[in-house]
């Protein structure tokens, strides 16, 4: 079989590889489509790797068909429509034993600690698979993990229909949270600098705001009431969005921090002490965000048309990574099954 391994060096080959035995705890996945996120872009950058072990095939964001299963697994058959929630937890640290398994302090995020989707074959633990409806497209069923990711965020904000909410930051993720805030019921807007992401979600039929060439805080404050938003999305990784991100959240709302800070980032506590704010971090997502994000793929309340950039083949995984890192795509599937 192919897969694409990242070697270093901003480095992607494409190699055959021999799928070995199968375990008796496993299923062998026909790869279709891998989605590529900014999590693989670090990666792929060197930022991982004192954590990847190279050659490294990479590749969570995934969709496929069970193509084998190991002697052990029940509720699976050969041709089953499925994706994966590529998280392996020990059971026994203590975040385990409180019930937060999602964020095991041992965790095995599947794809980065172990070995990923971008493979034609790929042997999972049949407890990390997701079953898919009949009549998902595996296209669009490779975006369930990225929209997992957005309904834990949303879950976890506590938001509620009528709730006024901005999300700071328009990519892929940013994107998702505002497409299901609003399925919860809330009235969003998206705050991008750049116009064509800001094009872009106003095409998905989503609110904008331009924060270089507006008040961003009295436009949140005429908007709300002069109350602040409900709920504060940062999804932008920008230090400046985060110091920010307090001055647009009203009395005793909520800022939830969803882009992963490379380092320290300064930030108003005097506002948070004054208006009583609740700061949340949040991380990957549980079976329930899965669940939900499946439903809705498959209910076509994600523009999966608008937010996949391209596909490209196996052969040209490199160069994707290229194009992701040099801005102007939303999302870049990899065509596993149409292999170099």
């Given amino acids: 079989m192919l897969a694409a391994e990242y070697v270093g060096d901003r480095t992607i080959t494409v190699e055959e590889r021999d799928p070995g035995a199968l375990g008796a705890d496993d299923v062998r996945i026909a790869v279709a489509y891998v989605g590529i996120c900014g999590t693989d872009l670090h990666v792929f950058h060197g930022d991982m790797d004192s954590r990847v072990t190279m050659p490294a095939t990479i590749g969570h964001e995934m969709s496929g068909t069970i193509s084998a299963v190991g002697s052990a697994v029940e509720g699976w058959s050969v041709g089953d429509a499925v994706t994966v929630m590529p998280l392996s937890w020990d059971g026994t640290c203590p975040a385990c034993l409180a019930g937060n398994t999602h964020i095991c302090q041992n965790l095995d995020f599947i794809g980065i ?4 989707a971008l493979q034609q074959y790929w042997d999972v633990p049949a ?20 929209v997992a990711v957005a309904v834990h ?8 229909a009528g709730d ?19 399925s919860f019921g809330a009235e969003v807007v998206i705050a991008e600098i750049d116009p064509g992401r800001r094009a872009a979600a106003e095409q998905m039929g989503l609110k904008t705001l331009d924060p270089s060439g507006a008040d ?32 647009l959240v009203k009395v005793r709302g909520t800022l939830v921090v969803v882009a992963i800070h490379p380092q320290p980032r300064p930030i108003d ?12 971090g949040t991380r990957v997502y549980e079976r329930t965000d899965f669940e939900h994000a499946v439903e809705l793929v498959a209910g076509g309340e994600i523009p999966a048309d608008a937010l996949i ?4 083949p196996l052969s040209e ?19 596993v099954g149409a292999g170099a």
Avoid: C, N, Y
Avoid at 113 to 116: H, I, L, T, V
């Fill in 113 to 116: 600690d172990s070995p990923g």
């Fill in 127 to 146: 407890d990390v698979l997701v079953r898919l409806p009949a009549g998902v497209s595996l296209r669009d069923a490779a975006l369930v993990e990225p």
């Fill in 153 to 160: 965020d949303v879950r976890r904000s506590g938001l509620v």
């Fill in 164 to 182: 006024k909410v901005v999300v700071i930051g328009a990519g892929p993720i940013g994107v998702l949270i505002a497409t299901v805030a609003t």
């Fill in 216 to 247: 961003q805080e009295a436009w949140v404050d005429e908007w709300t009431g002069h109350a602040g938003a409900d709920v504060v999305f940062e999804v932008s990784g920008a230090a400046a969005a985060v110091l920010g991100a307090t001055s």
């Fill in 269 to 280: 506590l005097h506002r948070l002490f004054w208006r009583e704010l609740r700061i949340l």
């Fill in 309 to 312: 950039t391209r596909i490209v």
């Fill in 317 to 335: 995984t490199e160069s994707a990574f290229h194009s992701l890192e040099a801005g102007g795509a939303m999302k870049i599937l990899v065509d």
